[in-house]
């Protein structure tokens, strides 16, 4: 049995880190468009894996707090990649 809560722990902490490290990443001058554009990919690919984790949770009828949890996370991921897909678009003017 998939162990969901686990998952979402393990999920977080990426969103977690990743939290810190975007921006950095961002902010490093000597980043290239190539490099922006995988971060964004990568990023909406997590955010993809989380809203599936999500409904799975609600699916198996988890508490709303776990699922509140999820949806924070989704939400985290989305931020990030609007970051990212705001310095893309600075770096093509």
């Not at 049995?1 to 990426?14: C, F, G, S, V």
């Not at 950095?24 to 989380?50: H, R, Y």
């Not at 699916?59 to 893309?88: N, P, T």
């Given at each position: 049995?998939?162990?969901?809560?686990?998952?979402?722990?393990?999920?977080?902490?990426?969103g977690d880190q990743?939290?810190?490290?975007?921006?950095?990443?961002?902010?490093?001058?000597?980043?290239?468009?190539?490099?922006?554009?995988?971060?964004?990919?990568?990023?909406?690919?997590?955010?993809?894996?989380?809203?599936?984790?999500?409904?799975?949770?609600?699916?198996?009828?988890?508490?709303?707090?776990?699922?509140?949890?999820?949806?924070?996370?989704?939400?985290?991921?989305?931020?990030?990649?609007?970051?990212?897909?705001?310095?893309?678009?600075?770096?093509?003017?």
């Open positions: 049995m998939t162990d969901w809560i686990a998952i979402l722990k393990e999920q977080t902490a990426t990743m939290g810190r490290e975007v921006p950095q990443m961002l902010a490093n001058p000597d980043i290239s468009e190539a490099q922006v554009k995988t971060l964004f990919s990568a990023l909406e690919k997590q955010a993809e894996f989380v809203e599936k984790l999500r409904m799975a949770l609600e699916k198996f009828g988890h508490d709303f707090s776990i699922i509140k949890a999820a949806e924070r996370l989704e939400e985290r991921y989305a931020d990030l990649a609007a970051s990212v897909a705001e310095k893309l678009k600075a770096m093509r003017k």
